[in-house]
């Protein structure tokens, strides 16, 4: 018997209409987990390099972790994988919101897209009914109409629609997938969607789900409530609001914006407001949003609220996610009421609320850096907000300089010219990163910035403190009860760590310290993907209530996989390992690796080498970032090796040879 997944995945072609319900090997469970980690091994196995991510070959995966359906709380993500037509890398992009619980109900771990539909087409999966219907009465509406509309002609309330929007169906690059009130956005996963002809998977279970040990699981998820329902009431003192909570960052509870507005950057991420928050500002936007905010929502079994629906005037009610209610607002110079307006119809079109902002800033840059003229904006009006409305609908359309900007701005900037690639400046790995410009050089973040492989510097981050705290007597204070810590060298980490003085950045704490903490970062992150925990209630807040010392009884208990903390971690590495493993035979190398020139305004060229340098070597990596030989016989992903040492990547002395991101 499986416990905690269904064993078995849905493997749909599009282009043959074939639909099969196929058994999985629990022995991959067991080497991958679920989640992303299994989804890495698929890609693996079957989009070698060669695959475009418009190809018929590219595959389109839709997974929901491996503890998704289970009463485990905040267990509830959809991680979606394919190689994204931005980077060129594999994407994994993770939406919370209800989808992934619903598809374990109907009796799935996964969907598996491949091939394409030459007409519009959604998936109707209902227990074990699946069917490919017709959508071309579909085509054109929005993400979250579209769900209504499927619902309605399905006659089936309960039943639960990932969709794209107009940007999926015309394959911009950063198209998400919408959902309950979440999305999958980063990478342009939607586009992929839309490419293979898909516009919505709606899907309704009404199956059970087993448990390997069901009284201890539940012994297990009554000490997580009760351990957030403590860390509700007992925020932690000396950070900032957004971290001192659990939960992703309680956005749409707070009035007070502050940090953000002055801290982040503004426009096409280059202007900082140190003073932008006045009584005045905060008065109006706090209006605003009392006015527009309709409630406070939450994800799959989740009690925590992030979420909200929000009804701007003459507008459909809509379902705000996070940090999107300040990415329009900050890009466009303007106010809560545009970004909350605005954020309705970029929903409804399925855009990256990250990525679309600064595109849409990036434009007007040019145009008034003269590099686009008034030629390239036929029509645009004179006023901010009235343009950023205009170059949505033309972005998403793929109309006129619509058209070049739906590629994102490393794209858009070569194929403009003229020095406009000095304006697509925030970008890792060819994708636009959160609109922040610092003073010194953060070791911690370097690192983080420049190996990740996830797309956003949100979703590696977390556990360990962003900033030392001032004194003494409250790092103490923080290290009394951080029971999360998966070894008690990092309290001295943080004890040690000053705000000034030897011991503070850029070179405290040291690359080997530095090395330790980024790995603990991602490995938790990385589990969270694997199992379909939020991250809000793991990887990314401090003392969250899952971490690495409980998460191996809830895989025991759950999934009934004989599970230790050593165990987890070596697996955690191999589908990480494996993660990278794709993205070298794609082409990444050390030259990919690195933040944005202006992320910080002071570097330190030679330890930012000395980082990198240590941290391969801590990774098992060599100086060209590819794991070695050695380091993959240890995971067992000898086939990995193989695979390299054929293609060139890896020779016998294990340096890399061919082989440049493909551009
Ligand atoms: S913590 Fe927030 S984002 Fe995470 S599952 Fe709960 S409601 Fe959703």
């Known amino acids: ?381 004179a006023d901010n907000e009235g343009r950023f409305y205009w170059l949505l609908d033309r972005i998403v359309r793929r109309e006129g300089i619509g058209d070049v900007l739906a590629d994102g701005t490393y794209w858009a900037a070569k194929a403009i010219g003229k020095g406009a690639d000095a304006f697509a400046h925030n970008n890792i790995k060819k994708h636009e990163q959160l609109p922040l410009k610092l003073s010194m050089l953060n070791p911690i973040y370097f690192l983080m910035y420049a190996t990740g492989e996830k797309m956003n510097i949100t979703q590696i981050e977390g556990q360990f403190p962003q900033a030392p705290f001032p004194k003494r007597e409250q790092r103490e204070e923080f290290v009394k009860d951080w029971i999360q810590v998966p070894d008690e060298k990092f309290k001295q980490y943080f004890l040690d760590w000053e705000p000034r003085g030897v011991k503070s950045i850029p070179y405290y704490p040291t690359p080997e310290m530095c090395c330790d903490i980024v790995d603990w970062q991602e490995r938790m992150h990385y589990i969270d993907d694997a199992l379909g925990m939020c991250a809000g209630l793991s990887s990314f807040p401090l003392k969250p209530p899952y971490h690495i010392h409980n998460y191996p009884k809830f895989i025991a208990a759950g999934a009934g996989i004989d599970m230790d903390e050593d165990k987890l971690t070596q697996a955690a590495k191999r589908y990480r390992t494996l993660v990278r493993a794709n993205n070298i035979r794609r082409g990444m190398r050390r030259k990919d690796e690195k933040p944005p020139e202006n992320h910080w305004k002071k570097r330190f060229p030679e330890l930012e080498k000395e980082l990198l340098d240590t941290y391969y070597k801590f990774k098992g990596w060599n100086n060209d970032g590819i794991p070695t030989k050695e380091s993959l016989h240890e995971l067992g992903l000898d086939f990995v090796s193989e695979d390299f040492s054929k293609r060139g990547i890896l020779t016998d002395s294990e340096d890399a040879s061919s082989g440049e991101t493909s551009e």
């Not at 039943?159 to 015309?170: S, T």
């Not at 799959?300 to 507008?315: L, Q, R, V």
């Not at 379902?319 to 954020?343: N, P, R, V, W």
Request: hydrophobic share 40%.
């Open 1 to 381: 018997m499986r416990y905690a997944e269904t064993g078995y995945n849905l493997e749909i072609d599009l282009t043959r209409r074939n639909i099969e319900r196929v058994a999985t090997d629990p022995k991959e469970t067991e080497l991958y987990l679920g989640g992303l980690g299994t989804n890495a091994k698929i890609i693996w196995d079957r989009v070698p390099p060669e695959v475009d991510p418009f190809s018929p070959d590219n595959l389109l995966i839709f997974a929901a972790g491996l503890l998704c359906g289970t009463p485990a709380t905040g267990c509830n993500r959809t991680i979606v994988s394919t190689i994204s037509p931005q980077t060129r890398l594999m994407a994994f992009s993770m939406m919370g919101g209800f989808w992934a619980p619903e598809l374990k109900y109907a009796g799935y771990d996964k969907v598996i897209l491949r091939g394409k539909s030459p007409d519009l087409v959604y998936l109707w999966i209902k227990d074990d009914k699946v069917e490919i219907r017709d959508a071309a009465h579909l085509q054109g509406k929005g993400a979250v109409e579209t769900a209504g509309l499927i619902r309605q002609e399905l006659k089936e309330p309960k039943a639960q629609v990932a969709a794209i929007g107009l940007a999926g169906e015309n394959r911009v690059y950063y198209a998400s997938i919408e959902q309950g009130r979440s999305s999958a956005s980063r990478g342009g996963i939607g586009a992929v969607m839309g490419d293979k002809g898909v516009k919505a998977i709606a899907v309704r279970g009404t199956k059970d789900l087993n448990i390997a040990q069901p009284a201890l699981f539940m012994e297990l998820c009554n000490e997580v409530l009760e351990y957030i329902k403590f860390r509700n009431d007992n925020p932690i003192p000396g950070v900032m609001p957004i971290l001192a909570g659990l939960g992703s960052p309680q956005e749409m509870k707070v009035h007070d914006e502050k940090w953000h507005t002055e801290n982040f950057m503004w426009g096409n991420s280059r202007v900082r407001r140190k003073d932008f928050w006045s009584e005045d500002v905060a008065q109006a936007w706090m209006e605003t949003l009392d006015s527009m905010r309709t409630r406070l929502i939450s994800c799959y079994n989740c009690p925590m609220t992030c979420g909200a629906t929000i009804s701007p005037p003459g507008k459909p009610t809509y379902m705000m996610k996070c940090f999107s209610k300040l990415t329009y607002t900050m890009a466009a110079f303007s106010d809560l009421e545009f970004g909350l307006g605005i954020a309705q119809s970029a929903t409804e079109y399925g855009v990256d609320g990250f990525t679309t902002p600064q595109v849409m800033a990036f434009a007007l840059e040019l145009y008034e850096n003269g590099i686009l003229t008034d030629g390239d904006f036929p029509g645009m009006p």
